[in-house]
């Protein structure tokens, strides 16, 4: 039956079966389009915890058949092959394909190629269950033929846009157009998708994640509200999540922004600058108040908020300031609350501030988010 899975507190579509994508249903589609487009699918709430059990799994076998693995997203992997002696390459992807099924129980999809993006290609024309290894130059250069632009990861509706005025609608027309050009259009990220799709790997692959450059946590409300306290909730809400993750990394941030959009379009943002980088619950959430001040549109509905947090130091590295220095309350009751939160549950305990929220953190759906499954290249 057609199947959707439901995200952002229930407002969108995030995955669907194919079965839900023949009925017209889009990811990322308002759940309330969905249903009028499929009325007899079935709409279920996401389970990130459970998939990073599955995603684990996943990364389990694949690492047992490959030196070098990133992971990359929790469902989507890069690998550097390594063939057993007599083996050849289209084996190795089904011998992977295979065992995962074997020993997760759940259908994937390998493909090799000579870089990343040409194997995520190749992986995508497999779908779903397949296995395909292309090395040659005329296969690579048939499936690029046949491969619409649009279909690599990168180039979306607007990139497509800029490259059409110059013929280039499949990936082999991108592959054969002047570089420079690609370069002007699509700057330095479209350049090199072009080197790898002619071959040359120059997207490295990743065994470990690179240290962040910027912090963040939000999303969507799912129901969209005028109410200021409702903002206030969701922002303190999205500060003590963000707070969990600066700890996590062991860095401090010394300024942070805020992003509310509405559902006419309209967007409000803020931006501040600590008096000296911090990772103190207290401190970003004096800094984000006026921020919020400034994203708020009066008689507007919004639908979702993002905190980010850049300028991120190693929590060791960093200068005192004039006015450094918690109060041994501030610090305690800090302390506290972690503690009780690592032994009972992430928000056993949580500012007051969110009681507008009780539905949401009565949801245990809520309670763990793609952003917190850790250690992916992506998100």
């Not at 009028?36 to 694949?62: I, T």
């Not at 690492?63 to 390594?82: A, G, L, Q, R, T």
């Not at 499949?170 to 699509?186: G, S």
Request: proline fraction near 5%; aromatic fraction near 8%.
């Amino acid at each position: 039956m057609p199947l959707a899975v439901i995200g952002n507190q229930g407002a969108c579509v995030i995955a669907k079966s194919y079965e839900m994508k023949a009925a017209g249903v889009k990811t990322g589609e308002p759940i309330w389009d969905a249903v009028k487009k499929c009325p007899e699918g079935a709409y279920v709430k996401r389970d990130f915890r459970w998939y990073e059990v599955l995603s684990r799994m996943m990364l389990e076998v694949v690492n047992e058949y490959s030196p070098k693995v990133e992971y990359y997203s929790i469902d989507e992997f890069f690998f550097e092959p390594h063939l057993e002696r007599g083996q050849d390459e289209q084996a190795y992807v089904e011998l992977i394909r295979d065992r995962i099924m074997e020993r997760v129980k759940i259908p994937a999809t390998v493909g090799v190629g000579r870089t990343k993006t040409l194997a995520k290609l190749i992986s995508d024309t497999a779908k779903p269950f397949g296995a395909r290894a292309v090395l040659g130059t005329d296969a690579e250069r048939a499936l690029l033929a046949a491969t619409p632009v649009t279909e690599m990861s990168g180039i979306a509706g607007r990139r497509a846009a800029r490259l059409s005025p110059w013929g280039v609608s499949t990936c082999l027309d991108m592959a054969k157009a002047d570089r420079r050009i690609i370069r002007r259009l699509l700057t330095a990220s479209g350049e090199a998708l072009w080197w790898e799709l002619n071959g040359d790997q120059v997207l490295p692959i990743h065994p470990k994640r690179i240290p962040h450059k910027t912090l963040s946590r939000g999303g969507s409300f799912g129901e969209a509200t005028g109410d200021p306290s409702v903002l206030w909730a969701w922002l303190v809400r999205n500060v003590e999540r963000l707070v969990e993750e600066l700890e996590y990394h062991g860095v401090t941030t010394g300024h942070v922004s805020l992003w509310v959009g509405y559902r006419d379009g309209r967007a409000g943002e803020g931006r501040a600058n600590l008096p000296g980088p911090s990772d103190r619950f207290d401190v970003l959430l004096e800094a984000l108040r006026p921020c919020l001040r400034q994203a708020w549109i009066p008689k507007g509905l919004a639908g979702r908020m993002h905190l980010f947090a850049d300028d991120l130091r190693p929590k060791g590295e960093r200068q005192l300031t004039l006015f450094e220095g918690a109060s041994e309350k501030v610090k305690s009751v800090a302390a506290l609350k972690k503690s009780i939160n690592d032994r009972q549950g992430r928000f056993a305990v949580r500012s007051g501030a969110t009681l507008p929220l009780a539905g949401i953190y009565a949801d245990g759906a809520h309670s763990y988010d793609i952003c917190d499954v850790r250690g992916k290249t992506c998100f």
